[in-house]
């Protein structure tokens, strides 16, 4: 099986303007996670989809959005970019709710916002 | 509300010694806890997860982790540590009243060195 995929790989942006990353989860897969990786916060946790609705979300502001398709791959916005959102965002996919099954990440996505 | 306190950011071991990696946990309800490995420049990896039933949890690469619900603990042991466990492992806990959503602890380096 395919491992999770995300794309792009590194993304450069500059302040205020947006940025869209993509999750393809492993197949038969039904829930998608992100998490913001930095330096200083770890990992924190953005929001988990499971069959096209958003089960939970972290303490992001409303600048973070995302959604599912039917095929269960994913999407992550960022509008109005700041310097703070430069870090690693990684997607995670899952069978089950990601809380009681393994999570399995793909590679994540780089952003720098300059 | 959940949360996970990892007790140690770095440690150092030599080859083949025995290591501990700490991890705390904080929740009201039956937890479900995990522990992820970050090698260098890769995505998380589950190493293992306790959901239920023996506190002694066997991983992969040789490490074990013990469910300690008195002292709301779950602490990563492995009995000799080779060049290659060197990575960032992070300790998960989720419960059931946020089944979607893991609180991952800030991460804990192990370096091993020769």
């Known amino acids: 099986k395919a491992g999770v995929t995300q794309t792009p790989r590194y993304l450069i942006k500059t302040r205020g303007q947006q940025v869209t990353l993509s999750c393809s989860p492993i197949?038969?897969?039904?829930?998608v996670s992100w998490y913001q990786q930095t330096p200083g916060q770890g990992l924190q946790f953005l929001f988990e989809?499971?069959?096209?609705?958003?089960?939970n979300k972290g303490n992001f502001p409303g600048r973070f959005s995302g959604r599912q398709f039917s095929n269960s791959r994913s999407e992550m916005n960022v509008s109005t970019l700041e310097l703070g959102d430069s870090a690693l965002y990684l997607c995670?996919?899952?069978?089950?709710?990601?809380?009681?099954?393994?999570?399995?990440f793909g590679p994540g996505t780089r952003l720098t916002v300059l | 509300a959940q949360s996970v306190t990892q007790l140690d950011s770095q440690v150092p071991v030599f080859e083949e010694a025995p290591v501990e990696l700490r991890c705390n946990y904080s929740?009201?309800?039956?937890?479900?806890l995990f522990w992820y490995v970050q090698y260098p420049n890769q995505g998380l990896q589950l190493l293992l997860k306790?959901?239920?039933?023996?506190?002694l949890v066997k991983g992969i690469n040789g490490f074990e982790a013990e469910f300690n619900k008195s002292q709301t603990s779950f602490h990563l042991r492995k009995p000799s540590v080779h060049i290659s466990d060197t990575a960032e492992y992070f300790c998960?806990?989720?419960?059931?009243?946020?089944?979607?959503?893991?609180?991952f602890g800030d991460g804990t380096t192990l370096t091993v060195k020769p």
């Open positions: 306790y959901l239920s039933g023996s506190t």
């Open positions: 995670a996919s899952s069978l089950g709710l990601a809380g009681l099954n393994e999570q399995f």
């Open positions: 929740s009201s309800v039956s937890v479900y």
């Open positions: 998960a806990v989720s419960d059931d009243t946020n089944a979607g959503k893991s609180t």
């Open positions: 989809y499971f069959s096209e609705t958003q089960r």
């Open positions: 197949s038969g897969h039904r829930s």
